[in-house]
């Protein structure tokens, strides 16, 4: 703004830049202490996702892609809904689930059939049954979770599962592997057992799965003044701060508005 002779003459003498013009005085949410905590990958698994929660003592997470450009958060009710949608269902099913997602979640070693990059889809099937009965239920694509059973891990082979899952972790037969190998599936152990296994592996779906992405949010500059209606009229637990970017900045609530910095 306009400096006047008399102030311009104080600046010099006394060797003082010329202060930034304030607007305004308003407080803004910048000058806040708000919760400011790491966004993570929508494709960390939701197991991952859970576990962060749980260690930071935390409700929600902010979801950011490649570019940290915000997506959406993911909250324990998210996961939780979505872990009871799924048990309800009579076949579980994955989408597009990374390979590493499903190895980390069921601390597996992949035995055969490894790609950094490589994407699952099909449905779960526990194969507890003949050899017979496996041929007669699955689908090329599927994933089965199995014991050390090698007529049921030739049956499931031979029907085109994508993904063989050894519970307990069972020996495998090199004559298995040669078979998996020739018709590109993927073969693990893991050391739960079939039931722990069958209960962990939806938890390696990405978290983008679960979290929502119809989100009320502010911008780090806007005024407090401006956000107390708004939040009045949700009413969400918090809210994620978003930078002129788009970028995460943190998570504000009502007590941050009841403990402004003076």
């Known amino acids: 703004g306009y400096i006047n002779n008399e102030t311009q003459f104080v600046l010099d003498y006394f060797n003082i830049p010329v202060p930034k013009l304030l ?17 993570v990958s929508k494709d960390i698994s939701v197991k991952k996702a859970w576990q962060l929660m749980r260690k930071n003592n935390i409700k929600a997470l902010p979801i950011v892609n490649e570019s940290g450009v915000f997506e959406g958060i993911a909250t324990l009710s998210d996961i939780t809904k979505e872990y009871m949608d799924t048990a309800s269902n009579d076949h579980i099913s994955l989408r597009n689930v990374p390979l590493k997602n499903i190895i980390e979640t069921l601390s597996a070693t992949v035995l055969t059939g490894y790609e950094s990059d490589l994407v699952l889809s099909g449905r779960v099937l526990i194969a507890a049954m003949t050899p017979e009965e496996i041929q ?15 007529d049921s891990q030739i049956a499931a082979l031979n ?4 993904c063989l899952i050894i519970t ?4 495998v037969d090199s004559d298995i592997l040669s078979i998996a190998e020739k018709n590109n599936c993927v073969v693990m152990t ?17 978290i983008s ?24 009229q949700t009413r969400y637990r918090s809210y994620p701060v978003l930078d002129v970017k788009n970028r995460f900045r943190g998570f ?11």
């Open 23 to 39: 607007l305004t005085v308003k407080t803004q949410l910048a000058d806040l202490d708000i919760d400011e905590i790491d966004p």
């Open 136 to 150: 007669s239920i699955l689908n090329k694509g599927d994933i089965v979770i199995t014991g050390n059973i090698k």
């Open 159 to 162: 029907c085109g599962a994508k």
């Open 168 to 171: 307990n972790n069972g020996s």
């Open 190 to 206: 893991t050391p739960g057992d079939t039931l722990a296994t069958a209960r962990l592996i939806f938890l390696s779906a990405p």
């Open 209 to 232: 799965k679960s979290m929502t992405t119809d989100v009320v949010s502010f911008k780090i500059d806007d005024f407090v003044d401006d956000i107390k209606d708004r939040m009045l």
């Open 252 to 262: 504000v609530s009502r007590y941050h508005l009841t403990r402004q910095r003076k």
